[in-house]
């Protein structure tokens, strides 16, 4: 028993421990006069707002003396490629002026090639909120000074302007470096000169996707170990390298794993079982628990994986509508088990039996809803999404049907038994289905009371 503990909790650490690497982009302007810099960023997918969150740190290193004065110049990085729509962080400030950090502007462009304006509320809409968390200035060697800002920008991809993918593995972003303008003041808001249109401005590409994780990792440090800097990320587009599809599933296990069992339960084994209980043949009883046990231990595995696989267990409203849906699954199986064995005895419904068949409908209506909501969570694409909800329908339809059906015919048998309007109002609180062999099993066991009583 340890070595098989030893080995799940090696399996999990395993399948938990492949996680994205930040994406970086370094130019090394020094050797032309200019000023080196890099950024690195890495992507969240924070649970409680279904959106990514962009960590980002950025560093330039420039020379006290090259320019006229400390206070000279800015160097600017944005999402997208051009200024109209982008989300830009522009870094100015003066290392020589005693304690003064430098100044991380962010800043938009509404239209056209104007003058970048902060951003404003309206800019950002509800979600999106940016955070400069940390700015500073370090003498390096050789009399350079590099200053440094860590940025965090919660639900990033919510931005309206041109789009910040996630997905993307060639996300345009540009930058640009102007040298001459004096900045003292070092207003957050101060109006921009522009850059250079010779050598001060050009494109980036990263790789998203790639930088992407579902674990936050905090602010990406730094990796600069050589002329080549780049991690992720180039000069020109980058084309997708073509994945298969099991490095596509073993690139999210534990989620994949979670999303199988959940599916399997939901979609396939407890509608399936649903309709075995009114299938009309004599192991009805039996198919419908059989399945509905198989359907709750494949739930179960979810929930595990689910557990495993979260920072938080009530982190969204996914997670805390599964923990609902999970535990009355456990309420389900002892309602199912009591109605059994009151029926065999007194041989007819209570509102045990009822409320079995009342929650058996609640909880695959919600369930149904979940997997949908997790879906959403995972950030699956909305076509397929739209696809899952169609056959959700279609399913509910089949169900809801067969059932139907399986009432009219036990009901031109003439065997229908006294029935109340609360139990025909909902598809699955039909009544009594003679040919089930719950009722089978009563009759047999009446069948031995009277043998025994002769
Ligand atoms: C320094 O300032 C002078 C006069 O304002 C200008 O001509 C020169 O180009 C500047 N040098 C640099 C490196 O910016
Ligand atoms: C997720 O986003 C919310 C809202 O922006 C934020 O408050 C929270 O800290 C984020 N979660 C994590 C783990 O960063
Ligand atoms: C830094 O980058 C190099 C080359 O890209 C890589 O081999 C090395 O593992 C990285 N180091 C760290 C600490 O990430």
Sequence with gaps: ???????????????????????????????????????????????????????????????????????????????????????????????????????????????????????????????????????????????????????????????????????????????????????????????????????????????????????????????VTGEDSNIGTSDRPIKEAKTGLWQKLLSRPLAHLHGFFMMTAFLLLFPVGAVAIRSGSEKSFKYHWVIQASAMVSALCGAIVAIVMSDKVFGSPHQIAGVVIVSLLLVQAVLGWRHHVDFIRIFRRTWISYAHISLGFVILVSGWANVIGGLVLYGFSKFGIAM???????????????SFLARRRSMSRGTIHKETPESSAAYFALEDIPESDEEDDAAEERGLMQKRND
């Design 1 to 223: 028993m340890p070595s098989l503990q030893r080995l799940l909790l090696h399996l999990v650490f395993l399948l938990a421990t492949v996680s994205a690497a930040p994406s970086q982009y370094c130019l090394f302007g020094l050797p032309r006069d200019e000023i080196d810099f890099c950024m690195a960023v890495s992507l969240y997918h924070n649970h409680s707002t279904s959106a990514h969150d962009v960590y980002l740190s950025l560093a330039v290193r420039r020379s006290a003396t090259q320019s006229n004065g400390t206070s000279l110049g800015w160097t600017a990085i944005g999402t997208g490629p051009k200024m109209a729509g982008s989300l830009m962080f522009v870094l100015y400030g003066d290392p020589e002026a005693s304690e003064a950090k430098p100044t991380l502007s962010v800043r938009t462009v509404k239209a056209g090639h104007s003058r970048p304006a902060q951003v404003t509320q309206q800019d950002t809409g509800k979600q999106l909120d940016v955070r400069i968390l940390e700015t500073t200035w370090k003498k390096a060697e050789d009399g350079l000074y590099v200053a440094t800002a860590s940025i965090v920008c919660y639900a990033c991809s919510e931005w309206m302007g041109t789009e910040i993918s996630p997905e993307s593995v060639s996300q345009p972003w540009i930058w640009a470096w102007n040298k001459q303008q004096d900045m003292k003041a070092f207003a957050p808001d101060q109006q921009l000169e522009a850059h250079s249109m010779v050598d001060g401005y050009g494109y980036f590409y990263v790789d998203m996707k790639a930088a992407t994780s579902h674990h936050s990792d905090g602010f990406p440090t730094f990796n």
């Design 388 to 402: 899952l909800a169609l056959f959700i329908l279609l399913e509910a339809a089949g169900v809801g049907a067969w």
